[in-house]
T-cell receptor, first 115, second 114 residues
């Protein structure tokens, strides 16, 4: 089965530093997402992205966050100035058509630790 | 918007026993209910889903049932094996915007003891 790949698997950073999390969605998918999961809690939506634009974003996705598709394959999440509470597992996901009820494919995640 | 509640938060069973995880949802318009399995250190993986035009769906040892009137759906795992140990999330579609396409439950940590 096709996979969403994410790098790095772990990222440790100092508070206030910028981090970039990288994802390669499935090649024929058009809709891309970032979710996060704070330890022991449920998976929370951050942002969806289609046609080089943000489609939706949650309240969590404030001005410190940005997303980009710098080339034809990568999809990145940037956190401009990390805070302790940004420590979480960040998942990238993709779907082919972005419809509700369509199978969502998740990557294995990047564990971000902000010290 | 949609609200998904999931119970129990933890579940421990003996190998070979059955496990049942239950979820309720609030939006009567919801028509798609997936279940995800998350193994340690991995992302959630879709294991089974059900649409509202059926009441039950099976895939080998896994089944999902849906009661639209009561707005609840359940995951049933029979003949549990140690490799079934994981966190299971239910989800329901979000039509309200600003939360992506799916709203997830809080998860159930299933432990299968050999």
């Amino acid at each position: 089965e096709p996979e969403v790949t994410q790098t790095p698997s772990h990222q440790v950073t100092q508070m206030g530093q910028e981090v970039i999390l990288r994802c390669v969605p499935i090649s024929n998918h058009l809709y891309f997402y970032w979710y996060r999961q704070i330890l022991g809690q449920k998976v929370e939506f951050l942002v969806s992205f289609y046609n080089n634009e943000i489609s939706e974003k949650s309240e969590i996705f404030d001005d410190q966050f940005s997303v980009e598709r710098p080339d034809g394959s990568n999809f990145t999440l940037k956190i401009r100035s990390t805070k302790l509470e940004d420590s979480a597992m960040y998942f990238c996901a993709s779907t082919q058509r972005g419809r509700v009820g369509e199978k969502l494919f998740f990557g294995s995640g990047t564990q971000l630790s902000v010290l | 918007g949609e609200n998904v509640e999931q119970h129990p938060s933890t579940l421990s069973v003996q190998e070979g026993d059955s496990a049942v995880i239950k979820c309720t949802y609030s939006d009567s318009a919801s028509n798609y209910f997936p279940w995800y399995k998350q193994e340690l250190g991995k992302g959630p993986q879709l294991i089974i889903d059900i649409r509202s035009n059926v009441g039950e769906k099976k895939d080998q040892r896994i089944a999902v049932t849906l009661n639209k009137t009561a707005k609840h759906f359940s995951l049933h795992i029979t003949e549990t094996q140690p490799e079934d140990s994981a966190v299971y999330f239910c989800a329901a579609p979000n039509y309200g915007g600003s939360q992506g396409n799916l709203i997830f439950g809080k998860g159930t940590k299933l432990s299968v003891k050999p």
